[in-house]
């Protein structure tokens, strides 16, 4: 009996270590590529634009692998954190983040800004119907994760976790500021980096909280 019991308890915790995977595959291959890449300019270049160039293929798996391993932790979060609205409400969310993510890696931006090398040294006068998907699959990606840190974070005040429902709810809102609104567009590239990483880092820490609740 606690065989049976059991197994299906390891195996959601599994399904959960997928969000710490998913929030560490692609900060760690899109900056070390961006730090590598010759004539890679982050201050300039936005990080899904190494989607282009010989070694695209390699940001290609950071938004595909990382949207599959986010759409599998999206169906641990259903196991672990129903009921109630945000433990209904949140994996949906998580899982549009994870289709959000794999749409980034089959539609890619347009070259521009002398990326990659041998592109125009400036934008393009009309975007490609792929760089527009691309756009769309970015902005839904990032403002779906930052309804999910809110939410959870009301979640996390009513069960009297006050850390965690602070660090959810300035996690999304840094998010946001940064990747919503109007700024000038000399620092997009630097704030969606920095943004990218924030989520990147709540999946993490979500991750590893939710294999606690289950445990």
Request: with cysteine.
């Amino acid at each position: 009996m606690t065989t049976v019991t059991e197994t299906p308890l390891r195996r959601t915790r599994f399904i959960l270590g997928c969000g710490t995977v998913a929030g560490l595959l692609f900060p760690v291959l899109s900056f070390g590529q961006a730090f590598t890449r010759s004539g890679f300019d982050l201050r300039r270049h936005a990080v899904s634009s190494l989607t282009l160039g010989d070694l695209g293929w390699l940001q290609v798996i950071a938004f595909a692998g990382t949207g599959v391993l986010a759409v599998a932790f999206a169906v641990g979060l259903w196991q672990a954190l129903r009921p109630g609205r945000a433990g209904t409400v949140v994996p949906v969310l998580v899982g549009v983040y994870g289709v959000a993510m794999v749409g980034g890696g089959i539609f890619v931006p347009d070259p521009a800004l002398g990326w990659p090398p041998g592109a125009p040294a400036g934008l393009p006068e009309q975007a490609s119907t792929g760089s527009i998907l691309h756009t769309v699959c970015g902005a839904a990606a990032f403002l779906s994760l930052i309804a999910a840190g809110l939410l959870l974070a009301r979640r996390f005040a009513a069960q009297g976790d006050r850390t965690w429902a602070l660090y959810s709810a300035t996690s999304g809102a840094v998010a946001f500021v940064l990747t919503a609104l109007p700024w000038s567009e000399g620092s997009a590239s630097i704030r969606f980096a920095v943004g990218a990483v924030l989520i990147s880092g709540w999946l993490v820490a979500l991750s590893w909280r939710a294999r606690d609740e289950v445990a």
